[in-house]
């Protein structure tokens, strides 16, 4: 039988996910805890690290800290709440 695309690549996909991209996934990733303005409020996630497991996902902290909003065009001012 053929193999499909998506079997060949589950093992490269896998591996690619749990080495690489999970590893630095929370430098893009971030969530915001505030209405999109000059400034966002950012939500601070940790991960819990086993020493040989694979990564755990990232769960919020309960901490968050006032970041400038360089992401979107709602820095400009154009999707910020009207005061």
Not at 39 to 66: F, H, M, N, Q, W
């Amino acid at each position: 039988a053929p193999k499909t695309k998506e079997t060949w690549s589950t093992g490269w996909v896998a591996f690619y996910t749990e080495h690489a991209y999970r590893r630095i996934e929370d430098n893009w990733n971030h969530v915001i805890g505030s209405a999109p303005g000059a400034t966002v409020e950012v939500c601070e996630r940790v991960r819990p690290r086993p020493l040989i497991a694979p990564l755990g996902d990232l769960e919020l902290s309960g901490k968050s800290s006032e970041m400038i909003n360089l992401g979107s065009y709602n820095y400009l001012g154009f999707g910020g709440v009207d005061e």
